[in-house]
């Protein structure tokens, strides 16, 4: 049976992807650099960090977040065409993370794969851990954007959700996540194949926890 001939479409959705995935291996490439400053963002946390600043409740500019990208240091950009290119891509990973949350098709980065062990996804060079490092960078940095009140029921899905997404951001984190809530009934089983916290919490305790650890390293007040 001859095979099928792709569509234009689906022609068109293969050369972007094909275009993405070219965009993102230079954009980690260049992160990875000896050349940037330390406390530069890698690509998966840089991926977590923009889905936290574009789901804040108010408009963040990129003059603003940016700086963060590259812990508030010159970039060392060898060139002006290769700040442009860099800089586009940034942006082309922004607008695409908006794209997917404003069409409500948010789905984990194809490039940001669990590792087997549940545990191993704790560790420092753990694509998730990065993700979630990055993650939860973006919201304490944005954390009085979040300072409003809210209904209690969407205060404890807030809650639960930022629990969630940055969970797995250190274990020091993970474990006191665990000796916090364990007490008033959480659960959760990392023993296995999978982990599965349950929990219903406020956003304030969640951000208790979250400062115990800061994300540049070492300890926070």
Known sequence: MPARTPSPTERRTRHKTGRRRTSVAS??????????????LTDHELQGFLFAVVNAPELVRPSEWLP???????????TLEEANTILGQIMTLDNDINAAILEERVVRPDDCRLRPQVLDNLEDSAPL??????FLLGHEWLEELWNVELPVDL????????????????RTL???FHQFFEPRGFRLLLRGSHASPSVHMRPSAT???????????????
């Not at 205060?155 to 951001?169: H, K, P, Q, R």
């Open 27 to 40: 954009l980690r490439a260049f992160l990875e650099q000896p050349a940037r400053p330390a406390g530069t």
């Open 68 to 78: 963060l990208i590259f812990n508030e240091q010159e970039a060392h950009y060898s």
């Open 129 to 134: 851990a990065r993700w979630s490092r990055g």
């Open 155 to 170: 205060d404890e899905e807030l809650g639960a959700v930022l629990m969630t997404l940055s969970f797995f951001s250190s």
């Open 174 to 176: 993970a474990e006191a």
């Open 207 to 221: 951000r208790c926890s979250c400062r115990r650890v800061s994300f540049r390293g070492g300890k926070t007040a």
